[in-house]
């Protein structure tokens, strides 16, 4: 079996770790023979790579392990990157949750006002990555997760048509585990899904069976009805705090509203913006949380190894829910033809949408690419739900390239979450200010 060189952009991630672990636990089925971390933060990136340098020596000696701030030295001789860079990294993100919120209009890093900030911030990130892969090793793939995906994802389509990028994201991944076990399944692999919509924002209309062909809808409808995603488990360690078990359990209210498909957890930012707003506190959102915990914890292992010269005997985990990257991969380089919701150009396949619109669907991905699966014509409220929703990120992109005030603005405004172009206003100006070293200049 060939073995394969990744290199992982944005080793400084709390993610990192858990990714570069879980690349070794697969290695039976992915062989690895080299990986390199590349970060633009030469001082957070060391600390991860420090202790994952111990632990790849004392448990993976034939692994070649580096890392570097140097593109050359990073994105050479590279069959695969793994991207999950965070431009302005918690800092911005604690911006992009708390300046919506001080005009009372949800604050997250993904949707609304916060996604478009950010999207502002990445797309020059995500580029300049897929520009150094190209350059080094051009027949290279790059699996992209960084956020916020959907609007990183238009903007390559735009700028990079041709590129070998996949955009993929790890909600569906979770909730589908937790759909299989709300119906006593092993896992989401024993099921066989239908799913359309765009990055954070999509719905399950079909769920079998794979073996016995079963309809698994109705059983599933009716812990929805009940208690949202609150009757799943979780795999892993992702996606277990009381933040997070609250967003399940509002799944419930987010379901209510279309009980004929089954919502992806990010639809309660768009359909119950009041309650989120409510919910929240300004003066201490998800990006402190993270802060506080995930960040704290990951980087005070990280230091602890390094200050005893060994990792033995700390809790250092692979993320086992962080496996899809490697089926992704393994898609590509085994021809396994597996089939995954991906971020891809629609042409056609939800036939009465937008066919340049970037949207989540299930694809069957081989070593030449993936093929969609025709999802057909989706009803007339998610399909207008999403109308509006790829307008603020095409919007949004286009505002990048020609650098638009104007059309950021429109993009802003015509966020469903956000009540009127003034208060898209308010919240844009002080954005630009807080994002002077990341944004293009806007005229
Ligand atoms: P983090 O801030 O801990 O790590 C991000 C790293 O990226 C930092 O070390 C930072 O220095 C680095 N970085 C920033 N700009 C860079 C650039 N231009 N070039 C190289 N490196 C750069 O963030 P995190 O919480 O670990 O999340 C990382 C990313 O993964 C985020 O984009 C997050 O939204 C995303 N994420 C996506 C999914 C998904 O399902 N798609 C799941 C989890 C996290
Ligand atoms: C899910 C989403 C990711 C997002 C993450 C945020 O996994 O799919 O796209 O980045 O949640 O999690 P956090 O714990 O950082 O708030
Ligand atoms: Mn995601």
Redesign the pocket.
């Given at each position: 079996m060939k073995k394969y060189a990744i290199t992982v952009a944005g080793g400084g991630s709390t993610f990192t770790p858990g990714i570069a672990l879980m690349l070794l636990k697969e290695s039976h089925r992915f062989p690895i023979r080299k990986i390199h971390f590349y970060d633009n933060d030469a001082q957070r990136q060391e600390t991860i790579a420090k202790a994952c340098k111990i632990y790849f020596e004392e448990n993976a000696p034939d692994v070649e392990f580096g890392y570097s701030t140097d593109p050359k030295t990073a994105f050479t001789d590279v069959d695969f990157v793994m991207a999950h860079i965070r431009v302005g990294k918690y800092k911005m993100r604690e911006y992009d949750e708390k300046i919506p919120l001080k005009y009372g209009v949800v604050g997250q890093e993904?949707c609304g006002p916060g996604g478009i900030a950010y999207g502002m911030r990445s797309i020059g990130g995500i580029l300049e990555i897929l520009d150094y892969m190209e350059k080094y090793s051009p027949n290279a793939w790059m699996l992209n997760?960084s956020?916020p995906?959907a609007i990183v994802a238009e903007a390559t389509r735009r700028l990079r048509p041709k590129s070998k990028i996949l955009n993929i994201?790890?909600?569906p991944i979770d909730l589908e585990e937790k759909m299989a076990y709300m119906v006593g399944l092993k896992s989401r692999k024993e099921m066989d899904v239908g799913y359309y919509g765009l990055?954070?924002f999509g719905w399950w209309h079909k769920i079998y069976d794979k073996k016995t062909g079963k309809d698994l809808m109705p059983e599933i409808k009716k812990h929805m009805a009940k208690n949202g995603f609150g009757d799943g488990i979780s795999p892993t360690n992702q996606h277990v705090d009381d933040s997070w078990k609250e967003t399940f359990v509002k799944a419930k209210d987010v379901f209510a509203v279309d009980p004929t498909t089954i919502p992806n957890t990010y639809l309660k930012y768009y359909l119950f913006p009041d309650y989120v707003v409510k919910h929240s506190d300004i003066n201490y959102t998800r990006a402190n949380m993270v802060m506080d915990n995930r960040e704290k914890f990951v980087f005070g292992i990280c230091r602890d190894i390094i200050a005893k010269g060994t990792s033995k005997g700390f809790n250092f985990e692979a993320d086992a829910h962080a496996s899809y990257i490697v089926d992704l991969a393994c898609a590509i380089a085994e021809n396994t033809r597996e089939k995954m919701l991906l971020i891809v150009p629609n042409d056609g396949t939800i036939v009465n949408f937008d066919p340049t619109a970037m949207v989540e669907v299930p694809c069957i991905v081989g070593s030449n690419g993936y093929e969609r699966i025709v999802q057909g014509a989706i009803p007339l409220f998610q399909k207008a739900l999403m109308e509006q929703q790829v307008g603020v990120e095409k919007l949004a992109v286009e505002a990048w390239i020609e650098g638009s005030y104007q059309k950021l603005w429109q993009a802003m405004t015509l966020s469903k979450i956000v009540p009127s172009a003034e208060i898209a206003k308010l919240i844009l100006d002080d954005m630009i200010k807080v994002n002077k070293d990341f944004w293009p200049e806007l005229k």
């Open positions: 993904t997760y956020n995906a994201c790890d909600m990055n954070h």
